[in-house]
């Protein structure tokens, strides 16, 4: 099949025929950064922008290189070096952009929904890398791919995502995708940082279920997906203290347990040792949060190809 949408705003709008797609091309175009020269020459010619609002250093950096391996030229924008601090809009700085002929926009921000006001003010393609507490696409496909390189499919598996689920767009992704490809997910955190009617979000076959006792959400579980407290995004205390926190909610060795023998730990990054994780665990036999950071490269090398490439031609591979 061909992938037929002109952005990537999120996983919602996606099929599950879309998400297969990216996965069997991201594991398609992995190999190239295993070899001696990393680059192939398939989108060579096209313009690649990432315009970044949120700090950020491993997506921004994926994108980058993701962007260079295909041979698109990258150019990087942060809020400190945009017009957006002279006053500017952020459409009006987008359609500035434009006006340089870009084939990608990559953007970031976060406010919910930047990404698709963007594209419906611009013609060239926008992909999501977080907008808010909205979506974070590229995240949850980057996620998926690293699950299937230790377990044989998505379907059937009980999924674990535990922390801030109120602040996080990587929980809202993950579940619409889990969700579309049949795995269960449970979610977990404090009562104060789980949205109420979370459980409705994609769960018409009751795939999500929501709880705030963590041995619950951690009994059985193929996959153990932790998350960071986004400081940064609460403007008031949800819970008394940090070292309460890890007492409730922290991911122990022993907490483990309550999971199945095989069961792999992630994180999204970046890490906080001590709250959300224990060193022990986040460097432990069954930690594949390294593997994240890979699998986000082949994953954006096949959102960036698809988007721009390959609805036009065929992957190019002069070694392949």
Not at 138 to 153: G, V
Not at 167 to 173: F, K, L, M, T
Not at 252 to 266: G, L, Q
Request: hydrophobic fraction near 40%.
């Amino acid at each position: 099949m061909s992938f037929n949408a002109k952005h990537l705003l999120g996983i919602e709008p996606l099929s599950v025929d879309q998400i297969q797609l990216i996965l069997e091309t991201a594991k398609s175009l992995r190999e190239i950064s295993t070899r001696p020269i990393k680059k192939v020459p398939t989108l060579r010619g096209k313009t690649v922008i990432n315009l970044f609002f949120e700090a950020s250093t491993r997506t921004r950096t994926s994108f980058e290189i993701a962007a260079k391996r295909l041979s698109a030229d990258a150019i990087n924008i942060s809020t400190s070096s945009s017009s957006i601090v002279k006053g500017e809009t952020l459409v009006d700085t987008a359609r500035n952009l434009e006006a340089m002929a870009p084939d990608v926009i990559v953007i970031r921000h976060s406010s919910a929904g930047a990404p698709h006001q963007l594209a419906g003010s611009c013609t060239a393609c926008i992909v999501n890398a977080g907008d808010g507490a909205h979506e974070h696409p590229t995240q949850a496909l980057l996620d998926a791919l690293t699950i299937l390189d230790h377990k044989p499919a998505l379907k059937g598996l009980r999924v674990a995502i535990i922390g801030d689920i109120a602040h996080s767009r990587v929980a809202r992704s993950n579940c619409l995708l889990l969700g579309k490809m049949g795995a269960g997910v449970t979610v977990c955190g404090p009562p104060t940082l789980l949205p109420v009617g979370f459980e409705r979000m994609g769960s018409e076959d009751g795939s999500l279920t929501v709880t705030d006792r963590m041995d619950e959400a951690l009994e059985g579980a193929d996959v153990v997906m932790m998350l960071r407290i986004q400081m940064e995004r609460q403007r008031e205390a949800f819970f008394p203290s940090v070292r309460e926190y890890f007492r409730y909610y922290g991911l122990t060795a022993k907490r483990m347990r309550s999971a199945k023998p095989d069961a792999i730990i992630m994180h999204p990054g970046p890490i906080n040792r001590g709250v959300e994780i224990a060193s022990e665990v986040a460097d432990g036999p069954y930690s594949v949060i390294l593997g994240q950071v890979a699998s986000g490269v082949a994953i954006r090398m096949a959102v960036l190809y698809l988007v721009i490439g390959g609805r036009e031609q065929p992957l190019r591979d002069p070694e392949g």
